[in-house]
């Protein structure tokens, strides 16, 4: 049988192998799988490796990309591979605004509150007979190495991949929560119950639930959560989805938020890959979500990276030149999403790039070593214009007016180390709503922890679900001329 020898951050890993497989699917079963945004279709360019021995030659994937690519790779026999160094994310997303509510907890000794995203894994382990939190963790959600967005993932799952795509989730959860414990000096057995929020397709993912209804028309899940299952012989509540893409996360971003407490009109926006929306106005929630893809989390740019150190997170104009900071101050080695944001504000300040997206530069240089090309400015402008009609149609559908919200909820990750500012240059967020921005951080793991701490929390989440009215944007005419406006980059001021 072949063998393949592997080679990442100095250590060697020895694989066997039957016939001709890819090289992505032999990494993946040796544990050591590389991002695929584009889903293993030869197209980012993520996958880079150096190899040698008996391999498949060149495809034209991989001429364009000047690199051999795992997910294009062909191994013929006896053959070497040397991965890049692996890193791990320097700033995933734990903390949110706001308290975990009165102390009437879930049954047991130990809890946790976990968010499964797209991109990341959260969890906070408490102690739920005092409230005390204990410990957090958190960690890349693998499954990225399959798809980059939930479409690549449910088209995985249907074909073939849905137990790998369970197991990846299910092992890196326990992994969590064996260092979260671990952390906390307490034994596995301690642990008895579960909050597991997460968006509708990472859910069906993780319970095994085949995702075809969430494929085709007309996108209804058959199964919207809000029940109590086994997972890993503990007991977990998996809160309510709202649809079948505006999912348990963002019905507990809402809570976390409280908006739906008050009277007053108010918007919530989760800008990532799945770009979640909810507007509150007399006693309605609409809800809508809008695929802006993984631009935002630095997939599908020319040298897009997580937040690592070496990312580029923040980019200003001085004295007329362009200035970057990195994560941990490191060499510039690429740039994360709210660097990428910066960047192009900066650009369009400088006159570099037009309201079109157009510009004369085949490089935009940040930093030494580390640019933009035109196709990434183009990705940027596809993505913030998902986000920004969103918002429309939904102000469109319910009758609201800038003027009319009192405030714009800023959830998830990427919204957490946005510039404001910077987001609102390029059109991301209305203008009008910039001075009204607050910054919720991971508001569906808080929201999560509000669960697991106190139940009388439970009929608040129903009351969100079943208040709420899912917008289809999907072939929605008002949707589609807001998108085509706001793939303009606003003018200055």
Same mark, same amino acid.
């Given at each position: 049988?072949?063998?393949?020898?592997?080679?990442?951050?100095?250590?060697?890993?020895?694989?066997?192998?039957?016939?001709?497989?890819?090289? *992505?699917?032999?990494?993946?079963?040796?544990?050591?799988?590389?991002?695929?945004?584009?889903?293993?279709?030869?197209?980012?360019?993520?996958?880079?490796?150096?190899?040698?021995?008996?391999? *498949?030659?060149?495809?034209?994937?991989?001429?364009? =990309?000047?690199?051999?690519?795992?997910?294009?790779?062909?191994?013929?026999?006896? !053959?070497?591979? /040397?991965?890049?160094?692996?890193?791990?994310?320097?700033?995933?997303?734990?903390?949110?605004?706001?308290?975990?509510?009165?102390?009437?907890?879930?049954?047991?000794?130990?809890?946790?509150?976990?968010?499964?995203?797209?991109?990341?894994?959260?969890?906070?382990?408490?102690?739920?007979?005092? @409230?005390?939190?204990?410990? *957090?963790?958190?960690?890349?959600?693998?499954?990225? !190495?399959?798809?980059?967005?939930?479409?690549?993932?449910?088209?995985?799952?249907?074909?073939?991949?849905?137990?790998?795509?369970?197991?990846?989730?299910?092992?890196?959860?326990?992994?969590?929560?064996?260092?979260?414990?671990?952390? =906390?000096?307490?034994?596995?057995? =301690?642990?008895?119950?579960?909050?597991?929020?997460?968006?509708?397709?990472?859910?069906?993912?993780?319970?095994?639930?085949?995702?075809?209804?969430?494929?085709?028309?007309?996108?209804?899940?058959?199964?919207?959560?809000?029940?109590?299952?086994?997972?890993?012989?503990?007991?977990?509540?998996?809160?309510?989805?709202?649809?079948?893409?505006?999912?348990?996360?963002?019905?507990? !971003?809402?809570?976390?938020? @409280?908006?739906?407490?008050? &009277?007053?009109?108010?918007?919530?926006?989760?800008?990532?890959?799945?770009?979640?929306?909810?507007?509150?106005?007399?006693?309605?929630?609409?809800?809508?979500?809008?695929?802006?893809?993984?631009?935002?989390? @630095?997939?599908?740019?020319?040298? @897009?990276?997580?937040?690592?150190?070496?990312?580029? %997170? *923040?980019?200003?104009?001085?004295?007329?030149?362009?200035?970057?900071?990195?994560?941990?101050? $490191?060499?510039?080695?690429?740039?994360?999403? #709210?660097?990428?944001?910066?960047?192009?504000?900066?650009?369009?300040?400088? &006159?570099?790039?037009?309201?079109?997206? =157009?510009?004369?530069? %085949?490089?935009?240089?940040?930093?030494?070593?580390?640019?933009?090309?035109?196709?990434?400015?183009?990705?940027?402008?596809?993505?913030?214009?998902?986000?920004?009609?969103?918002?429309?149609?939904?102000?469109?559908? $319910?009758?609201?007016?800038?003027?009319?919200?009192?405030?714009?909820?800023? $959830?998830?990750?990427?919204?957490?180390?946005?510039?404001?500012? #910077?987001?609102?240059?390029?059109?991301?967020?209305?203008?009008?709503?910039? %001075?009204?921005?607050?910054?919720? &951080?991971?508001?569906?793991?808080?929201?999560?922890?509000?669960?697991?701490? %106190?139940?009388?929390?439970?009929?608040?989440?129903?009351?969100?679900?079943?208040?709420?009215?899912?917008?289809?944007?999907?072939?929605?005419?008002?949707?589609?001329?807001?998108?085509?406006?706001?793939?303009? /980059?606003?003018?200055?001021?």
């Amino acid at each position: 049988m072949p063998k393949l020898i592997i080679w990442q951050n100095g250590k060697r890993h020895d694989a066997r192998f039957e016939g001709a497989p890819v090289l *992505s699917q032999v990494l993946a079963q040796a544990g050591l799988a590389l991002p695929q945004p584009c889903g293993g279709r030869g197209r980012c360019g993520k996958c880079r490796v150096e190899a040698q021995g008996e391999i *498949s030659p060149s495809n034209a994937f991989e001429q364009k =990309a000047g690199s051999r690519l795992s997910c294009q790779l062909m191994l013929r026999g006896d !053959a070497e591979v /040397f991965l890049p160094a692996s890193q791990e994310m320097a700033q995933i997303q734990l903390e949110g605004e706001g308290s975990a509510g009165a102390l009437s907890p879930m049954p047991g000794h130990i809890g946790a509150a976990v968010d499964i995203g797209t991109t990341t894994l959260g969890l906070k382990l408490y102690d739920l007979k005092t @409230g005390e939190h204990l410990a *957090s963790a958190a960690a890349v959600n693998p499954q990225t !190495a399959v798809a980059a967005d939930v479409m690549g993932r449910i088209g995985a799952a249907l074909e073939g991949g849905q137990q790998r795509l369970q197991r990846l989730v299910e092992d890196a959860l326990q992994g969590l929560l064996h260092q979260a414990l671990k952390e =906390a000096k307490q034994p596995e057995t =301690a642990l008895e119950t579960l909050v597991i929020a997460g968006n509708t397709t990472m859910l069906y993912l993780l319970t095994g639930k085949n995702p075809l209804t969430l494929s085709r028309a007309p996108f209804e899940a058959d199964h919207l959560f809000g029940v109590w299952e086994d997972l890993q012989g503990r007991r977990a509540y998996l809160p309510p989805c709202m649809n079948a893409f505006v999912g348990a996360d963002i019905t507990c !971003a809402v809570l976390a938020s @409280g908006m739906c407490e008050r &009277g007053d009109t108010a918007l919530l926006a989760d800008v990532g890959t799945n770009g979640e929306i909810a507007l509150w106005k007399d006693g309605v929630l609409h809800v809508a979500s809008t695929a802006a893809g993984p631009a935002f989390e @630095g997939a599908g740019i020319h040298m @897009g990276s997580g937040s690592v150190p070496g990312a580029i %997170d *923040s980019v200003w104009v001085e004295e007329g030149m362009i200035r970057a900071h990195t994560i941990g101050s $490191a060499k510039p080695i690429g740039m994360c999403g #709210s660097g990428l944001i910066d960047a192009i504000a900066a650009l369009l300040d400088l &006159g570099l790039v037009e309201d079109t997206g =157009a510009t004369d530069e %085949d490089r935009l240089y940040l930093a030494e070593g580390v640019y933009l090309i035109p196709q990434d400015i183009r990705h940027v402008q596809l993505a913030k214009a998902a986000i920004a009609a969103g918002i429309r149609t939904l102000m469109y559908e $319910a009758k609201v007016r800038p003027e009319d919200i009192t405030r714009l909820y800023l $959830a998830g990750g990427f919204g957490s180390h946005l510039d404001i500012k #910077s987001a609102a240059r390029i059109g991301l967020i209305p203008r009008e709503l910039a %001075d009204k921005v607050s910054v919720i &951080g991971n508001a569906s793991l808080t929201g999560a922890a509000r669960l697991l701490l %106190d139940t009388h929390q439970l009929d608040a989440l129903t009351r969100i679900a079943q208040r709420s009215r899912h917008v289809s944007l999907g072939g929605n005419p008002w949707f589609n001329e807001a998108y085509m406006e706001e793939m303009l /980059f606003p003018g200055l001021d």
